[in-house]
């Protein structure tokens, strides 16, 4: 079948008008898609840093919370700006949303014990129950706080072990914090003969503690009778010091507690002498 030019010419016309058509057309959708990228770069960088900024005038707001919300708004603008692209080119954002929250919620099942770690993460630093410095114990676990970040924190025992514990297990646990209150109860306990003066006892450690500098005034000292058997008694002293001078102090209240009762002559009870064990020997 013979081709006739005119049509031919027409068509090729035809043709090239729809492809200037189609390139003018993608060329303004890819130039206000390159505008709403820098655009929303720029916003994104701002958002990132006016909210570090706005949060930084509450009084005690942590820093790493400070970078993990700035950061988290920073993200979200990008995502929305990239969206906002794609459907410039006549993509379905709708179904791309979709897609994204079917991700999340996989990650976040995927992730869960990593995702409450984050949470309790975020109430550790907005509650602050313990700060950097201070001795806390929690469970099992008892030492003076190194790091507190948003997965978990770092502890060292009072033997230098190094301890990283999962924020989730510190926030589901009752948190007992030795350092917050700045002083600290202490007690040691000595024990005597029955045969001893008591009130000389406790005048002895009471005068041991009134001449410990890192030992408190208010609340005073007391010594008092802790426990009674059939031929010893238990003489405790209770007192209050720093939190920072707790171990310090009642170990060298231990000693010179012990060297003014032998000073005085108070004598401790020497434990019961072993039963002599008896041996049988079996004659073969």
Do not use: C
């Not at 060329?27 to 206000?32: D, E, K, P, R, T």
């Not at 692209?85 to 992730?111: D, K, M, N, R």
């Not at 720093?242 to 004598?267: M, N």
């Amino acid at each position: 079948m013979p081709i006739d030019p005119e049509n031919a010419v027409d068509t090729v016309q035809a043709g090239i008008a729809q492809l200037s058509a189609l390139i003018v057309s993608y060329s303004f959708s890819a130039i206000g898609a390159v505008i709403l990228l820098v655009l929303g770069y720029i916003v994104a960088g701002l958002a990132q840093r006016s909210i570090y900024a706005g949060l930084g005038h509450i009084h005690g707001f942590d820093v790493t919370l400070r970078h993990f919300f700035s950061r988290i708004a920073r993200y979200a603008i990008l995502i929305l700006v990239v969206i906002m692209v794609l459907g410039q080119f006549g993509v379905q954002t709708a179904s791309i949303i979709a897609a994204i929250g079917a991700i999340g919620l996989a990650i976040g099942l995927a992730l869960q014990g990593t995702l409450q770690n984050i949470a309790a993460g975020i109430m550790l630093l907005a509650l602050r129950p313990f700060r950097i410095g201070e001795y806390v114990e929690v469970g099992a676990i008892a030492g003076t706080i190194e790091e507190v970040g948003l997965f978990a924190t770092t502890l060292r025992t009072v033997e230098g072990v190094y301890v990283l514990a999962p924020n989730s297990t510190l926030w589901n646990q009752p948190v007992r914090n030795y350092t917050r209150n700045g002083a600290r109860r202490g007690d040691i306990t000595l024990t005597i003969g029955s045969w001893n003066d008591i009130d000389l006892a406790q005048k002895t450690m009471l005068g041991v503690a009134a001449a410990e500098r890192r030992v408190r005034r208010e609340p005073a000292p007391i010594a008092f009778v802790a426990t009674v058997g059939d031929s010893n008694v238990a003489i405790t002293l209770r007192y209050w010091t720093s939190a920072a001078d707790f171990f310090a102090t009642q170990i060298d209240l231990t000693k010179r507690a012990k060297q003014a009762f032998d000073s005085e002559g108070i004598s401790i009870p020497a434990p019961p002498p072993e039963a002599p064990r008896q041996e049988t020997a079996t004659r073969q």
